[in-house]
């Protein structure tokens, strides 16, 4: 019988709301993604 493991693994998020297209440009150059249809970031 396979062994099914009931592990989790969290991690943590930012989540940010850019308030200008220079704030945008600012988190797109570290790495940040935008999130459809809400004008937010993680």
């Known amino acids: 019988m396979p062994y ?3 592990c989790t693994e969290t ?3 930012v989540i940010v ?3 200008d ?3 945008e440009r600012f988190y797109l150059k ?3 993604t935008k ?3 809400s004008g ?3």
Do not use: H, T
Request: charged share 25%; hydrophobic share 45%.
């Open 21 to 23: 297209a220079e704030a």
């Open 4 to 6: 099914a493991c009931g």
């Open 30 to 32: 570290y790495g940040f």
């Open 35 to 37: 999130i459809p249809d």
């Open 11 to 13: 991690k943590p998020a």
């Open 17 to 19: 709301d850019p308030m």
């Open 40 to 42: 937010k970031m993680f």
